[in-house]
């Protein structure tokens, strides 16, 4: 009997459950997830899967790991600070792919050299600049590099890399060996993203193997990819970038395994995100475009899915626009009043009753900010330090934002993820209408009184009492996890602009069943699997609203944590073959352009190189019982009625089983 661990760590819940010989789960268990030590939520989901299922720890065969840190750090803008090095571009390209966004401020050094399509060098490498700017930039967490052309010739990247970990020591993140594809600026925006996640990477998974080892787990530990395919924790920290998407895509994993659905649209709801996905054949499609996430497209194999912000610990926010009014919700993610005052009842109660007390609704009323502790806090302003030091615990967030300029510099901590800010989400309004009872309930309660005494457009209350207040917000969580489906569905359907056509009068009209002179009807015709530990409390209304089945299965609520180690390791690994002149096929790879008289040398020579790389990768993952495919794309054309090679792209795909301990 080989019993398995899986492992996701969310937003809100850390999930853990233990599966028998691949086929049933015999014990699942939640545990808040602790941002500031992983290890303690890790632990307590952990310890309680064991208990519940009277198994010893070192009877664990395998442990695997999912989690969506990577994607709600995207999503909400966080991560370390970085330097990018921008070899042989023009500035004007930092605008290019969304990069100049993703580095947010943070340094980058354009810098001379660079390579051409063809691999040959365009201009020295200006390695001199280099150092100096590394001595003026010394306050970053890790380094980003990306040069011009450097999927058909690494060499100035590699030289770079090395200067930088002898002057520095501090992570290195090369874009080809992130990606095999051209495209400079979004292999550019990659590696900052890889770079800006390696250090909640490297805690995550080095707090996540102590805490394992400290239970008594001596399995090796696995981590999910943001395709589903199983890496090893050493591979994850590398390359951190490829777990954007890993919980959802544990989801699907999940959701398959679940439902033995063939077709059918998974849509998992969590504290910080809901995610779309589609299972075709039994697979989760994989995006060609590659995984897109917190508005940026990456150059990342993942699952084809749509992320958005929206999860049950969504932001609740007002609209004033109108006579009407109402709410919307994210996408940025807070702590719930109702648990956070688990934490700190007295300060949180205290500064509740005040406000209600009070004549006039306050702007931050019921809104509490709190430190996260182990967080290096580096490259704060004067400002930004000054409100750091004041926030020494849990305060109500009114006490510490002293003018206006405060907020920018709080918005810049919670990006930096060194606070948390806390206020009300659709987690209280289910509270509210005792949907759920899991944290302070009188909390929601005053928080959502103190909400629904703001005004609208026609000088009335938002609400006239809390439940009525709890009830638009959980309408407004129905409405828009629709128009995330209907976008996801009209996306794969081939339409152009699907979010503004999910909005359309005519889609929404259809959606109610409009029948006046014109009858509409609108919805998906596909059946939705519902995950997440909320989901049967949200989603029956969904399923009503867009006329569909909706698949509740029993262990929706830890889909991640099931996935997360019932999937396979996959290493895929690409490369090219171009042709530089007639009867010249040139083989790019790390150690550079290697030159054959014929096209299938060539190729016979780039398949054996990358077979050898993936093979090893997916051993060096744990994995057994390897099988190992090959696919050519090769382009060519017609020139004076000869056909003539262009270039040949080549991928490599080693597969199988993680290794069970003994």
Same mark, same amino acid.
């Given at each position: 009997?080989a019993l398995?661990?899986g492992?996701?760590?969310?937003?809100?819940?850390t999930?853990?459950v233990?599966i028998?010989?691949?086929?049933e789960?015999?014990?699942?268990?939640k545990s808040?997830?602790?941002?500031?030590?992983?290890?303690i939520?890790?632990?307590g989901?952990?310890?309680?899967?064991l208990?519940e299922?009277?198994?010893?720890?070192?009877?664990i065969?395998?442990?695997s790991?999912s989690?969506?840190l990577?994607t709600n750090a995207?999503v909400?803008?966080?991560?370390g600070?970085v330097g990018?090095?921008?070899?042989?571009?023009?500035a004007?390209?930092l605008?290019?792919?969304?990069?100049a966004?993703?580095?947010a401020?943070?340094?980058a050094l354009?810098?001379a050299g660079?390579?051409s399509?063809?691999?040959?060098?365009?201009?020295?490498?200006?390695?001199?600049?280099?150092?100096?700017?590394l001595?003026?930039?010394?306050?970053?967490?890790a380094?980003?590099?990306a040069?011009?052309?450097?999927t058909?010739?690494p060499?100035?990247?590699l030289?770079?890399?090395?200067?930088?970990?002898?002057?520095?020591?501090?992570p290195?993140s090369?874009?080809?060996?992130l990606?095999?594809r051209?495209?400079g600026?979004k292999r550019a925006?990659?590696?900052?993203?890889n770079a800006?996640l390696?250090g909640?990477?490297?805690?995550?998974?080095?707090?996540?193997?102590e805490i394992?080892?400290?239970?008594?787990?001596?399995a090796?530990?696995m981590?999910?990819?943001?395709?589903g395919?199983?890496?090893?924790a050493?591979?994850?920290r590398?390359r951190?970038?490829?777990?954007?998407?890993?919980?959802?895509?544990a989801?699907i994993?999940?959701?398959r395994?679940?439902?033995?659905?063939?077709?059918?649209?998974?849509s998992?709801?969590g504290?910080?995100?809901?995610?779309v996905?589609?299972?075709r054949?039994?697979r989760?499609a994989?995006?060609p475009?590659?995984a897109?996430?917190?508005?940026?497209?990456?150059?990342?194999?993942?699952v084809?899915?749509r992320?958005?912000?929206?999860?049950?610990?969504?932001e609740v926010?007002?609209v004033a626009?109108?006579?009407?009014?109402?709410?919307?919700l994210?996408p940025?993610r807070?702590?719930p009043v109702?648990?956070?005052?688990?934490?700190?009842?007295?300060?949180?109660?205290?500064?509740?009753?005040?406000?209600?007390r009070?004549?006039?609704?306050?702007?931050h009323d019921?809104?509490?900010v709190?430190?996260?502790?182990?967080?290096?806090?580096?490259?704060?302003?004067?400002?930004?330090?000054?409100l750091?030091?004041?926030?020494d615990r849990?305060?109500?967030l009114?006490?510490?934002?002293?003018?206006?300029?405060?907020? =920018?510099? $709080?918005s #810049? !901590?919670?990006a930096?993820?060194? %606070?948390q800010v806390?206020g009300?989400?659709? *987690?209280d309004? &289910?509270?509210v209408?005792?949907?759920?009872?899991?944290?302070d309930a009188?909390?929601?309660?005053?928080?959502?009184?103190?909400?629904?005494?703001?005004r609208i457009?026609?000088g009335?209350?938002?609400?006239?009492?809390?439940?009525?207040?709890?009830?638009?917000?959980?309408?407004?969580?129905?409405h828009?996890?629709?128009?995330?489906?209907l976008?996801a569905?009209l996306?794969?359907?081939g339409?152009d602009a699907?979010e503004a056509?999910?909005?359309?009068?005519?889609?929404?009209?259809?959606?109610?069943g409009? =029948?006046g $002179?014109? #009858? !509409?009807?609108?919805?998906l015709? %596909?059946?939705?699997?519902?995950l997440?530990a *909320?989901?049967p &409390?949200?989603?029956?209304?969904?399923g009503?609203?867009?006329?569909?089945?909706?698949?509740?299965?029993?262990h929706?609520?830890?889909?991640?944590a099931?996935?997360?180690v019932?999937?396979?390791?996959?290493?895929?690994?690409?490369?090219?073959?171009?042709?530089p002149?007639e009867g010249?096929?040139?083989?790019?790879l790390d150690a550079g352009p290697?030159?054959?008289?014929?096209?299938?040398?060539?190729?016979?020579r780039?398949?054996?190189?990358?077979r050898d790389?993936?093979e090893t990768?997916a051993r060096?993952?744990?994995?057994?019982?390897?099988?190992?495919?090959?696919?050519?794309?090769?382009r060519?054309a017609m020139v004076?009625?000869r056909e003539v090679?262009?270039e040949?792209h080549?991928?490599?795909?080693?597969s199988?089983?993680?290794?069970?301990a003994?």
């Amino acid at each position: 009997m080989a019993l398995l661990l899986g492992v996701d760590t969310g937003g809100t819940y850390t999930d853990a459950v233990l599966i028998r010989d691949e086929r049933e789960v015999i014990a699942s268990a939640k545990s808040l997830t602790t941002r500031q030590d992983l290890a303690i939520g890790i632990g307590g989901a952990v310890r309680a899967v064991l208990a519940e299922a009277g198994v010893a720890a070192h009877e664990i065969a395998l442990a695997s790991l999912s989690t969506t840190l990577a994607t709600n750090a995207l999503v909400e803008g966080q991560g370390g600070r970085v330097g990018l090095v921008y070899i042989g571009f023009d500035a004007r390209d930092l605008t290019a792919q969304g990069l100049a966004d993703a580095l947010a401020g943070d340094p980058a050094l354009v810098l001379a050299g660079g390579h051409s399509h063809a691999g040959t060098e365009v201009a020295p490498l200006d390695l001199p600049a280099l150092a100096a700017w590394l001595d003026a930039h010394a306050d970053v967490s890790a380094y980003a590099v990306a040069a011009q052309f450097a999927t058909r010739n690494p060499a100035h990247e590699l030289a770079a890399s090395a200067l930088i970990t002898a002057a520095t020591g501090r992570p290195v993140s090369l874009s080809h060996h992130l990606s095999a594809r051209l495209n400079g600026p979004k292999r550019a925006l990659t590696a900052v993203l890889n770079a800006r996640l390696i250090g909640l990477t490297h805690r995550l998974i080095g707090r996540a193997e102590e805490i394992l080892a400290q239970i008594g787990v001596t399995a090796p530990l696995m981590v999910v990819r943001g395709d589903g395919a199983l890496i090893s924790a050493a591979q994850a920290r590398e390359r951190p970038i490829e777990t954007i998407l890993s919980g959802p895509a544990a989801s699907i994993v999940g959701a398959r395994w679940l439902t033995g659905a063939d077709t059918a649209m998974v849509s998992d709801i969590g504290g910080t995100t809901t995610d779309v996905a589609l299972l075709r054949g039994g697979r989760p499609a994989i995006d060609p475009q590659g995984a897109r996430v917190g508005g940026w497209r990456t150059m990342v194999e993942a699952v084809a899915m749509r992320t958005t912000g929206l999860g049950g610990d969504s932001e609740v926010q007002m609209v004033a626009d109108g006579l009407a009014g109402g709410v919307t919700l994210g996408p940025r993610r807070v702590v719930p009043v109702s648990l956070v005052a688990l934490d700190a009842p007295d300060v949180v109660h205290g500064a509740l009753d005040a406000a209600l007390r009070a004549a006039v609704p306050g702007e931050h009323d019921a809104r509490f900010v709190r430190p996260v502790a182990g967080v290096a806090a580096q490259g704060l302003n004067a400002r930004e330090a000054a409100l750091l030091a004041r926030i020494d615990r849990l305060r109500p967030l009114a006490e510490v934002l002293t003018t206006r300029l405060d907020q =920018a510099a $709080l918005s #810049r !901590l919670v990006a930096r993820g060194l %606070v948390q800010v806390a206020g009300v989400t659709p *987690s209280d309004a &289910s509270h509210v209408l005792g949907r759920v009872d899991a944290w302070d309930a009188a909390a929601a309660d005053k928080a959502l009184r103190l909400f629904m005494r703001r005004r609208i457009g026609s000088g009335e209350v938002l609400a006239r009492d809390p439940q009525a207040m709890a009830q638009m917000i959980i309408d407004r969580l129905t409405h828009q996890t629709c128009q995330a489906l209907l976008e996801a569905a009209l996306a794969e359907d081939g339409f152009d602009a699907p979010e503004a056509l999910a909005a359309h009068p005519l889609m929404q009209g259809g959606l109610g069943g409009h =029948a006046g $002179l014109t #009858r !509409l009807q609108t919805g998906l015709a %596909v059946d939705v699997v519902g995950l997440g530990a *909320s989901a049967p &409390s949200y989603y029956p209304a969904v399923g009503a609203r867009l006329g569909c089945r909706m698949i509740l299965p029993d262990h929706a609520g830890v889909a991640n944590a099931i996935g997360a180690v019932v999937g396979r390791v996959t290493m895929r690994r690409a490369g090219t073959v171009t042709s530089p002149s007639e009867g010249r096929f040139r083989v790019h790879l790390d150690a550079g352009p290697e030159d054959f008289a014929a096209s299938e040398a060539a190729m016979a020579r780039l398949e054996q190189v990358l077979r050898d790389a993936a093979e090893t990768a997916a051993r060096a993952a744990g994995a057994d019982d390897l099988r190992t495919t090959a696919t050519r794309d090769i382009r060519k054309a017609m020139v004076e009625n000869r056909e003539v090679f262009l270039e040949a792209h080549i991928t490599v795909e080693a597969s199988g089983r993680p290794r069970i301990a003994d």
